[in-house]
């Protein structure tokens, strides 16, 4: 890590300073450090946007989400509430601002996310992503899980383990992670989802899920047993290695959360997710993202400002895992 | 019940096989087959929509909730996710359409309604219903509860057992559920309400209720006791009988429910609602309604969805006591 | 054309019998007749929806296009307001549905749509298209223009005539003009595009419109030439063949129609539009679409009923066609 | 009228002196005078909300017009910019309150309306009047236009002149100037309608005002011929003797009064509006309403605040024609 | 006390009587007593709405808080669902209108609020007030805690106890507490905070609170402890002696409470809100606030709403501490 | 002006490569430029936001401006469609970021504007600003015009010529053109005001611009006599010498602007608009504002685009300028 002066470079500005509706957004009001830029080889975490929704199949949007989170990220402080932690304090976090994505071609962003991200793994750049739907996760997860199959810890209302959708259609947001699983990307045995609710087309995702040895919690057994015990089993499932933890919006209840394309009824509280994320410090997460703000259904902001406190969770856990590897 | 041919009739169109956003909108993306369809006499359970607020003593526009919902309906799926129940295999059921309503005639009105369920009854439909305002009720146990009073499960935030207003005025949507007991439409001692809650006129719908031997159960007695506990003693208050289920969209928090006319704050969420009807499996549910969905209050659709996820969850308890009745 | 009992099959429902609000919605309150039902042989014009926007550079959103149009269509009536024409008496008009679209998948969307308007071409229906992003154009021309190419008038803000995006990308909502003129879909000397305006990338589009004779009259010209002298010279270039008429909605100033995905300020008023659209009558149009509303960026649904608006002008051009056509 | 101390009462709070935003919000910020305050007899010109829209056959929500009126307008200031004229100097004005509607009762209602202008009429104030639905201008009518029919001028987008809607309902906002012209309230050959259009039922209410004398302008007409030559046809019509205004707000386009229940493309701007009613000055204008402002269609406030500014252009008229009748 | 004819002078507008949406908007449909009004000795608790937001450091728009819960009160009936008690009843309650502040002019603003709230002390009037922002909050305290620091209870998701802001800015709604205890006008050791959340600057808020004796309980420890606990703890801290309640609505979620300047994820529902203030029965609580209602963040009302549903709690609370009072 | 290389560094990201929504926002997709970075010196032309809104006397949030003006200015292309011209081609073009304000300090942010402008006038910078409320323009005109009264052209609904609100207070929205004049920053004679309308306090403001030889044009003689002839004669009085454009967003008609706290309805098009300042063309323009932009009345971003499409108009014309003084 940098010295004094570069964490100075890499330190958000303060809304006391500088009021928070000021300045040009980036996220968590943190410098803005593209990949061609000097300071690259400084950043260990790094926050990506993908604003691409091409492979959602009802109603798109989440290809706003990277910019309207980046807005709402300027009300964000630098310390955590419970840990009185300081992220920006124990690593080089920066806004590598977004992918270049192609929103009418769906193969050539595929590749182009992955190459992004490829280019952080060369880095060391721990990834942080703000989507864009959830199917951009597979290529994430192509680029920086390609050695060996990563853990995966997996809020979401829904599976998004689909074979196809409209006769034979491979990708899309509702199958990335059995693609996931095929590809080798992700160990199935260390694969947990979290918060699974809402009608289903036949249950043909919950058998594949059990057929490969993945884990689905659904909302009900999460009411029954709680929170604390679902996640210390989550945590159990994952174990010490490295995990990636991808959470869609649609997670928390579409009360908190309506600016979402797929909202489910019956869902968690803003206060529960927090507590969920909470519970994963210590683990060794190597990168995170939030999918599936989608700010036409929410003008108002809140949705992508609930976001964005997820991903400052998210953020405070993989700086702990970074010490944790740091030693 | 039909043979094969009829089955793939009554199937909803699949999302995965044509997007949620496309086709016309029907009730859960069902065939829709009006009272003059040659296929109408296979419908076992009728969806209809009675878009009319003209009952509506607060903030109209309850007369757009069926055409709202329909639309958010394309979002429900074929399958319970709990007890994994088909009901489009269990039974036929269809979207019949709109009961033709008059807007600036409140008699009237109530004269169309309840001549379309006797036409319902007589055709052996159990009709579910979207409202409207809570004034509809009222209609339809006229229409399919004259030979016998039946039993009531009331979900709602106000008693709406006023006895008139404005000087005098006897039909609301303040009113329904006292004239329907004063008709021998409800027996009183078969019907209970659930989640009453919000500043009070007087208390005269209390002391009518206790007058009559209905049981009240305010919100702050259902969190105290517990859902499960409340439950059971709905259950028990209404036995075996047939009984019709009315949900007032209100019942569920404004923060969950933001389109409706007269919310109150203080309310239980949308799990605590899906519980409560889930609550009610095995009950003799010969009809249901939810009611007082107001999309100018709501433009996102969400309190629409929500409404309709009430409704998959009624209908799967509709499907179960038809399935019993079969025998 | 059919017989009387024809005729009442093909009237839209009377929003002095049913209200508005009330009943599913079609397009204009039309007989939903899907390409399998037993009465599309009598169908003379289609209007077909085609729920898709994988073609969409900028603000997604258009697939929703469809299904708000036929929910504001309710407010359309029967009868044109200056020449008394009555379209559904003159022709059997009836709504088809939407086409069955794939939105993660761009290139199998162009095949279905393009097999969908060959069946109309060979039933002999005039279509009347409610889109989409203005890509679903393309494959509306292949499956009507192949045997010759049309004359097209295009109501437009941009020209679509680009030749590629994001490094090569040749099918987006910027370039379906390019294409179909390449294609030999439409004749360019018979191509005008009115209302072009906003800034430019380059001013390519402009040099190849100028290339291949097809005529662009920016908002400018059309304002100081007056709108009657701009329309006589459209109908001079298109002229006596068939012509196909492309209005994009955000050809009109955004305050009328801000419910699309790529608006410019300085536009045409509503009142201009529908002058535009009146001078077209007498001229052998043959098919004609409304795109690029977007429901998201207008709740309200104005943008969709002023979509539908556009749809009832081009509706009886279209409907004087067809009788000019029967002789 | 009043002397210096009554003129002081009957001034409205300055925006100078008390932000817009601030105090219990009453119509332009003038005192609040119901009928039973000491100082009704001083009043000359009364505003009047009536909070209802029980004949509204589409989209609800007029009744809550004169609320949002009554905030928006604390933004109009005392003088006139062109005539440089303070109606509030001319004329003891004040806001009288709501009648007490029935929501639930429409014969009820009518019969309410009346009796309240009835008083008015005894205590000599000419009303200005913020509905509510148009049928709320019938018992207007019949509260001051007992005696002698009046001349009526009258924009809108609708005639309002249909003579049933539902099988035989008379009284909707559809139908009140046939109703009134049939009671004898209205001179239709002192009756002119501006900004007719919109597609139409079938023609039988255009039928209807030529039997009976009315003159209709519609949009088309109003365009060709030009503004001035329109008014100045509209005040040979009504001639010198009493006439009342009532102005639909759906008379203006939507794209300037987006919040109303039955919109129609193609109309005014809000400066053609303001001009006509400027050419109103020097009529006897005895009475005056604006209404169909529905608040849920536009939250943002904008088209109240349009109604309320129409309200002003009406207030000065009455104030002139108030000075005239006092010599 | 006054007589019965004073009683009914200060009893609300029933909404059996005159519909919610109808009349002038007065706080809970009180009548609206001025200062300068006949009858303003006779009052004991007085509404009084501060539109102010100068103090705001984040996104305005408390000013128009007020006006909006004003409107939003009509929907407040007399009686407590729980207690059965009718605040109305017990003592005279009267809207006092607005402080007219100066939304340019901070420390004037200040000095019009301190004044405004020392006449009130002077009439013997127990404030309920409506903000603004938080800030305003400290010219109430100075106006009525000039004698004797009082005791307070804070709800809120942020402290408000900061320093200063840009650069030495001592006055805005992050520092009127510090600022209360350093004018002597808060007991520090009679002071809680309750709900505290959200990421932090640094924290040296906190570090002042413990320095001077004041309790911060965040929302971690009221989830574990238990809302009765931490509300038995919180009467404890206050005692029998003179408190004053504000509640700043961003204490409940926002989910619940959109409409407010800088809402924290992660907070109460409306039920447990209601249970906290519910909890201070008993206290003798001599005056109370809901601040920071911004209607820009939320059009549809519901925010203001919920405010208003908290400050009939509160009217209760104080209604209860009256009568002990007159003993 | 720089080299090739210094070129490209200052080009807009394009639409064609990175898609519209995508990257951090900055105005026109330019490069951020802050007055510390090391290419400051080679900047021309400065946009510069001033996120402030303490000078508002109604309704507030124009302190968003900047931040919305910079997402929605993503749609802003290279060219101008009429003359072709580039303006990023023709000089150093960059975002500078925002002011630094003190939003809770009148004074104090007062100061700060200046000294910011007085830097960018130091670099020899010509400042396009987005507001912020018409108050920040007083600090800019300190700024940059202390040697020498400019010319100043102002397209507003307001005079902002007021000489105090409040009692006393010099310093709000509706007074920075009064004072401007008296601290000898305008040319009075040289100023010109084109767009006023809507009701008056009394017309002082009037007189006072009488006195002093500024020229205000209403809008109804803008009307009457014509654009043409209008921009004619603003072009006379502001003269060869350097000359200050002040564009208020409320110059507009509110159905195109609906998102500024103080509308006026009878405005000119966004079609005017565009006119007007094309008619500016060839005037030595040395800097411009476009103000009054306030986010939370239009979360639809459609008034931020046409706020900054009048940016690119001005930037434009700027850029004509620019060369001219090259010579």
Redesign the interface.
């Known amino acids: 890590m940098g010295e004094a002066g570069d964490k100075a470079f890499f330190q958000p500005l303060?809304?006391?300073?500088?009021?928070?509706?000021?300045?040009?957004?980036?996220f968590m009001r943190l410098p803005?450090v593209p990949l061609d830029h000097a300071r690259i080889g400084e950043v260990e975490i790094g926050i990506v946007?993908i604003?691409w929704?091409?492979?959602?199949?009802?109603?798109?949007?989440a290809?706003?989400g990277?910019?309207q989170m980046?807005?709402m990220s300027s009300?964000?402080?630098?310390?955590?509430?419970?840990t009185?932690r300081v992220p920006f304090d124990a690593a080089n976090v920066a806004?590598l601002?977004?992918?270049?994505?192609?929103?009418?071609?769906?193969e050539?962003t595929l590749g182009r996310v992955e190459g992004f991200y490829r280019r952080l793994a060369e880095f060391g750049i721990a990834p942080l992503t703000a989507g864009g739907d959830h199917l951009t996760t597979l290529p994430v997860l192509r680029g920086i899980a390609r050695r060996q199959p990563v853990g995966s810890i997996h809020f979401d209302s829904h599976t998004d383990l689909?074979d196809s959708?409209?006769?034979g259609?491979k990708?899309?947001h509702g199958t990335p992670f059995r693609r996931a699983i095929e590809e080798g990307l992700i160990d199935p045995r260390r694969m947990v989802q979290i918060g699974?609710?809402?009608?289903?087309?036949?249950?043909e995702d919950y058998e594949f899920a059990r057929s490969v040895g993945a884990r689905l919690i659904?909302?009900?057994e999460f009411?029954e047993r709680g929170l604390a015990a679902v996640m210390a089993e989550v945590r159990q499932i994952v174990g010490a290695g490295p995990t990636y933890v991808t959470f869609d919006i649609d997670f928390i209840?579409?009360?908190?959360a309506?600016g979402t394309g797929?909202?489910e009824?019956?869902?968690p509280?803003?206060?529960e997710a927090?507590a969920c994320l909470r519970a994963l410090d210590g683990l060794d997460v190597i990168g995170a993202d939030v999918v599936e703000v989608s700010p036409?259904?929410?003008?108002?902001g809140?949705t992508a400002?609930?976001g964005v406190?997820m991903m400052?969770e998210l953020l405070c856990v993989m700086t702990g895992a970074l010490e944790r590897r740091r030693g």
Chains 1, 2, 3, 4, 5, 6 share one sequence.
Request: neutral net charge; charged residues 20%.
């Open positions: 303060s809304g006391m300073e500088v009021p928070r509706f000021a300045a040009p957004a980036t803005h946007g604003p929704d091409g492979g959602t199949t009802n109603r798109a949007g290809r706003h990277p910019r980046r807005d009300m964000i402080r630098r310390m955590h509430p419970v009185r806004d601002g977004d992918v270049s994505v192609n929103p009418a071609g769906l050539d689909n959708y409209f006769g259609c990708y899309t699974i609710r809402g009608t289903m087309y036949d249950g659904p909302i009900e009411r209840d579409p009360a908190y309506p797929t909202p009824v019956g869902g509280t803003s206060y927090q036409p259904f929410d003008p108002s809140n400002f609930l406190s400052f």
